[in-house]
Nanobody, 123 residues
């Protein structure tokens, strides 16, 4: 089992930055590829970013490429999502997820999920 706890969400103005954190506990953090997803009411959960188990590869949705940065810190068993130049359309609940089966943009491929953290961006 892996437990994931997100933090760092909030209500901000467009153009500013936020950093989300996801603290993992339980099984070996370094074995998992980690992802961030987001969801708004009435819509499916969508892929935002992912980082490989080694940290050597990162992947981004086109909508956030160039603005968001995903990273991981092994000592703290934590994955981060640095969100810059936030836009109102980034408003969503953000979820952290873990998978042992390699990088994926599909929610079904992730075994473990956090409870989510709300990000609200106003114009």
């Amino acid at each position: 089992q892996v437990q994931l706890v997100e933090s760092g969400g909030g209500s901000v103005q467009a153009g500013v930055s936020l950093r989300l954190s996801c603290a993992a506990s339980g099984r070996t953090f370094s074995r998992f590829d980690m992802g961030w997803f987001r969801q708004t009411p009435g819509k499916e959960r969508e892929f935002v970013a992912a980082v490989s188990w080694s940290g050597g590869s990162t992947y981004y949705a086109d909508s956030v490429k160039g603005r968001f940065i995903i990273s991981r810190e092994y000592v703290k068993s934590t994955v981060y999502l640095q969100m810059n130049s936030l836009k109102p359309e980034d408003t969503a609940t953000y979820y952290c997820a873990a998978t042992q089966f390699g990088y994926s943009r599909q929610t079904a491929d992730y075994e473990y999920w956090g409870q989510g953290t709300q990000v609200t961006v106003s114009s």
